[in-house]
């Protein structure tokens, strides 16, 4: 039950990014997320879309293997490990507040289905 929670909360997690980079980042709300300044949000907006649509796929992933049940599995720690290795790479190459919104969150969700809790 509580791993079922931890991937259901990655996958909003991710749903609520995909928003931020799809819809937001050229607002004041997606400035705020991101620390953008305005011309560069509207420079980059598409961009940040298609970084947005690859966080869609993560959170359709996980969104899959909860549908599934204990059959998902497999698919919600591969999808889980994906948010992880993107979560690092995101915390290397542009900032550590990537790590805890992304990579914490994957870890805990991983750990508590493999322990079936």
């Known amino acids: 039950m509580v791993g079922t929670v931890l991937v259901a909360l990655v996958a ?3 749903v609520y990014i995909v928003y931020l980079e799809m819809v937001a980042w050229d ?3 997606g400035h705020k ?3 953008l300044k305005p011309d560069f949000a509207r420079d980059t907006k598409v961009l940040a879309a298609n ?3 690859y966080n869609g796929f993560l959170a359709a992933g996980l969104i899959w293997g909860l549908y599934l049940g204990d059959v998902g599995f497999q698919i919600k720690i591969f ?3 994906c948010v992880a290795i993107a979560g690092l ?3 290397v190459t542009v900032g550590r507040k990537i790590l805890f ?5 994957a870890v805990a969700a991983m750990i508590a289905l493999w322990l079936g809790w």
């Open 12 to 14: 909003a997690i991710h």
């Open 27 to 29: 607002t004041p709300r």
């Open 33 to 35: 997320a991101f620390g």
């Open 51 to 53: 970084q947005g649509l």
């Open 79 to 81: 999808f889980l490990l």
């Open 89 to 91: 790479y995101g915390a």
């Open 101 to 105: 919104i992304q990579t914490v969150p």
